[in-house]
């Protein structure tokens, strides 16, 4: 099991917002980054160091954290955005970099 | 532009060896580390490890000390990952990627490895 935990799957209606959530003692200490993966694509970075997006990614994604929880909102959902999310972070000890186990967007 | 190619599908038989290669262009390859990713058929991201391209510093995960070793090339701009005594369950899509600390914007296109009898 990973030290990040994220909800299984979650759906939202085209033009709703959904917040995906990825849990995790270690994000108390350092940021959740968040990456975006299609059926038989690479992963695609979408937020990194919590609020930040890479050039390219649409402004409907955002990042946020409180305590324990990072969280990665689409507002305005598109068809497009159906795909599987993953966060990762350092893990408790800060020596290793860890993965949660995705959470599947259906739009 | 930024561009990671990695190498060929690979079918190994169990306590074989793969090693994994990954071609970066378009950036300066010493300026950023290349952290490897797996997975599994129908399951989740794993990371792999981490290699610095400036001094060939690594970080591997715990539950692959031993088996796993990353190197660079900076004459060619190439990462490399080595699994030795492979099992059934490293079956896998294996990734390389762009460390700019933690997060990793460019990804090679995957490479399939199947350890099978």
């Known amino acids: 099991s990973s030290e990040l935990t994220q909800d299984p799957a979650v759906s939202v209606a085209v033009g709703q917002t959904v917040r995906i959530t990825c849990q995790g003692d270690?994000?108390?200490?350092?940021?959740a980054n968040w990456y975006q993966q299609r059926p038989g694509q690479a992963p695609v970075l979408v937020m990194y160091?919590?609020?930040n997006r890479p050039s390219g990614i649409p402004d409907r994604f955002s990042g946020s954290s409180s305590g324990n929880t990072a969280s990665l909102t689409i507002t305005g959902a598109q068809a497009e955005d159906e795909a599987d999310y993953y966060c990762?972070?350092?893990?408790?000890?800060?020596?290793?970099?860890?993965f949660g186990g995705g959470t599947k967007v259906t739009v | 532009q930024v561009q990671l190619v990695q190498s060929g599908a690979e079918v190994k038989k169990p306590g074989a060896s793969v090693k994994v290669s990954c071609k970066a262009s378009?950036?300066?390859?010493?300026?950023?580390?290349i952290t490897w990713v797996r997975q599994a058929p129908g399951q989740g991201l794993e990371w792999m490890g981490w290699?610095?391209?400036?001094?060939?510093?690594?970080n591997y995960a715990q539950k692959l000390q031993g088996r796993v070793t990353m190197t660079r090339d900076t004459s060619t701009s190439t990462a490399y990952m080595e699994l030795r005594s492979l099992r059934s369950d490293d079956t896998a899509i294996y990734y390389c990627?762009?460390?700019?600390?933690?997060?990793?914007?460019?990804w090679g296109q995957g490479t399939l490895v199947t350890v099978s009898s």
């Open positions: 990627s762009r460390d700019l600390g933690d997060w990793y914007d460019y």
């Open positions: 378009g950036y300066i390859f010493t300026s950023n580390g």
């Open positions: 290699i610095s391209a400036y001094n060939g510093k690594t």
């Open positions: 270690s994000l108390r200490s350092y940021y």
């Open positions: 160091t919590k609020n």
């Open positions: 990762n972070s350092r893990d408790s000890s800060g020596n290793y970099v860890v």
